[in-house]
């Protein structure tokens, strides 16, 4: 056990001095690969935060469904229980008269009460109808509540059914989605391309190392030396990268995170999100993500250089 434990410290040390040896080259291969890490690391956050801004903004239209007069309270619920079974629906809400009556009161939108009261004329009707008012967390689901809202089956409770006609709300819905996919797309392409230049580099980085260890390794290998010890100072070196960059790219993040944070926790769209990412364990969950995909791509490229310049397959 204690000759496993210096072995294991022997190549440590090994490894740490090697990445101290070729600081300008360590220095270059961590940088990019904090780079790659950190636009892996802001894709996600991007994604998860426009996610739910999406949701949110989709929560301000709503399908409303207008009941006949004298629907019982067992069918109303009915159509209640069968809508709140859809997939993207967030909640319902019953809007009797008086609740009807009071909106209408304080609407302060001219327009709007100039059309209810022509369309309360139209059908010769003296107080507003009672409502199921539907929010969605999708809003590419409305067409589904509608169809489900007039199927036969409810004839005899639902009059009539709308989607809110929030032009603003629509557009900006429509343009998060949009943003949403492209920063998933063009992260995913620049995380690629980064991870890649990272690969190079550590892959240089070893090469030139083992070169210049090449006298040391051949005289390792003349006194019995096993293949992983050989290895393994290389390997240490690749995970420092890995580590180091992972680490770094987290901070970076967070530090984007808690700066503009606060100024938009409280708006609704955002005030998820960042609870999300403030919590210690997601903290901790990106902390450890990154540095263990920094290490993985770290062993990539030093596993690729040993391969084809260490030449221990075949000794």
């Known amino acids: 056990m204690k000759r496993k434990l210096n072995a294991f410290w022997r190549v440590t040390k090994a490894g740490g001095n090697n990445f101290l040896r070729n600081a300008w080259l360590s220095i270059a291969a961590t940088a990019v690969m904090t780079v790659a890490l950190t636009i892996m690391l802001g894709a996600v956050v991007l994604h998860v935060s426009t996610g739910n801004a999406v949701k949110e903004l989709s929560k301000k239209i709503k399908v409303t469904i207008y009941l006949k007069d004298g629907a019982t ?43 209810i009261e022509q369309a309360l004329a139209l059908t010769g009707a003296t ?78 980085t070893i090469r030139m190392a083992i070169f210049t260890r090449s006298e040391e390794i051949r005289i390792m290998k003349l006194i019995g030396a096993t293949p992983n010890y050989i290895r393994g100072p290389f390997l ?27 100024k938009i926790q409280n708006q609704a769209e955002f005030s998820a999100s960042y609870a999300l990412f403030t919590s210690t364990s997601v903290m901790l969950i990106s902390l450890a993500g990154a540095i263990l995909v920094g290490i993985m791509v770290g062993i990539f490229s030093s596993m690729l250089a040993m391969n084809k310049h260490l030449k221990l397959k075949h000794w």
């Open 73 to 115: 309270e067992e069918r109303r619920d009915m159509v209640k229980a069968r809508l709140q079974s859809q997939e993207g629906v967030d909640n319902i809400t019953f809007v009797d008269r008086r609740e009807a009556e009071r909106r209408f009161k304080t609407n302060q939108n001219q327009q709007d009460k100039a059309f």
């Open 127 to 204: 107080t507003l109808p009672e409502s199921l008012e539907v929010s969605l967390t999708d809003l590419s689901k409305s067409n589904s509540i509608v169809a489900i809202a007039k199927e036969q089956g409810y004839k005899d409770v639902v009059d009539d059914v709308s989607v809110g006609k929030n032009d603003v709300a629509k557009e900006t819905i429509e343009r998060a989605t949009s943003a949403q996919r492209y920063i998933t797309r063009g992260s995913i392409f620049a995380a690629i391309l980064f991870a890649a230049v990272s690969v190079l580099i550590i892959f240089n």
């Open 236 to 262: 240490v070196e690749s995970c420092m990268y890995g580590f180091i960059a992972g680490v770094l790219a987290n901070v970076a993040v967070y530090t984007a995170i808690l700066s503009i944070g606060p």
